[in-house]
C-alpha cells in the first residue's frame, strides 16, 4: 500500500469576494506523478500557491506526510520537503547558474550539496556548459531547466510544477516533458500543474481536471486522455 504523501481535503481559497477554488479534494500517493490539467483560470496555479502556503485558505484542509500544514510558511513546508517550481520560473536573473543551485539548498546544512550540484549537472548537461552564466542572459527554456534544477537541491519529497511548459519553443516543450519524466523516473513524487493535457497525461499515472475552481472529472491518466469530455475540452477534437 502506498503512503500518502500530499491530500487535499474540500479546498476553497477565495480572492476578495470572489471564490477561486470552490472545495477541491485530490491526493497524491508515494511514487506517482499525478497531473492536474484544465484550462487557463480554472483555479489551477491558486490550488498550488494555497498548498504552499503563499496564498491564504479560506476553507478546507491541506496535509503533507499525514499531517495538517494549512497556514504553515513557504519557507517551512520546503523544509519539509514540499517544494514548486512557480510558473514563470523565478530564477535569480543577476545570479550565475551555480549560485541559483546553490540558493535552491539553502534550507540545507549537510556536506553534499556539491555532489548534488554535480547530479543536475548530469540531468542538464547545458546548465553544466553554463555554470558560470548569469542567470537572466538564458533562454526561458533554459530558465526553466534551471527552475527545475534548484528546486530539486532541496531533495523534495514532492515536487510541484506550475505550468513548465508555458512559453517555451515546441523543441523545448519536448526536452521539459522529458525532464519531468526522467525526474519521476529517479523516484521523486511529482505533482504537475500543465495546460498541454495531452502531454501531461501522457506522463502521469493519473489526473483530475479541473474547471472554474473544481474538481469535475478523476481517474487513471490513460482513461482521461481516452475520455471524448477531455478530448474535446483540451485537445481540440
Known amino acids: ?8 481535503t474540500d479546498l476553497k481559497v477565495a480572492y476578495g469576494g470572489i471564490q477561486a477554488v470552490k472545495g477541491v479534494s485530490f491526493e497524491v500517493n ?9 484550462a487557463n483560470g480554472a483555479g489551477k496555479t491558486t490550488t498550488l500557491k494555497a498548498i504552499t502556503g503563499t496564498q491564504p485558505v479560506a476553507a478546507g484542509d491541506i496535509e503533507f506526510l ?16 514540499l517544494v514548486m ?8 536573473t543577476r545570479m550565475t547558474i551555480t549560485e541559483n543551485l546553490q540558493m535552491g539548498a539553502f534550507v540545507r546544512d549537510d556536506n ?14 547545458r546548465l553544466k556548459e553554463r555554470a558560470k552564466q548569469l542567470a537572466g542572459t538564458m533562454s526561458g527554456g533554459e530558465q526553466q531547466m534551471l527552475a527545475m534544477g534548484r528546486a530539486l537541491m532541496a531533495r523534495p519529497k514532492v515536487l510541484l510544477l506550475d505550468e513548465p511548459s508555458m512559453g517555451l519553443s515546441p523543441i523545448m516543450v519536448d526536452k521539459i516533458f522529458e525532464v519531468v519524466a526522467d525526474i519521476h523516473g529517479r523516484g521523486t513524487t511529482v505533482l504537475l500543474v500543465e495546460q498541454n493535457a495531452s502531454r501531461a497525461l501522457g506522463l502521469a499515472n493519473r489526473g483530475y481536471v479541473m474547471e472554474s475552481g473544481e474538481v469535475t472529472m478523476s481517474g487513471e491518466a490513460k482513461a482521461l486522455l481516452a475520455d471524448p469530455k477531455v478530448r474535446a475540452a483540451y485537445l481540440g477534437e
Open 112 to 125: 553534499e550539496i556539491d555532489a548534488d550540484i554535480d547530479k543536475v549537472f548530469a540531468i542538464f548537461p
Open 85 to 92: 517550481v512557480p510558473e514563470g520560473r523565478g530564477t535569480f
Open 66 to 81: 499525514g499531517r495538517s500544514i494549512k497556514g504553515q510558511g513557504a519557507w517551512d513546508l520546503v523544509k519539509q520537503g
Open 1 to 8: 500500500m502506498s503512503t500518502t504523501m500530499l491530500k487535499i
Open 30 to 38: 508515494e511514487g506517482e506523478l499525478v497531473s492536474l490539467i484544465g
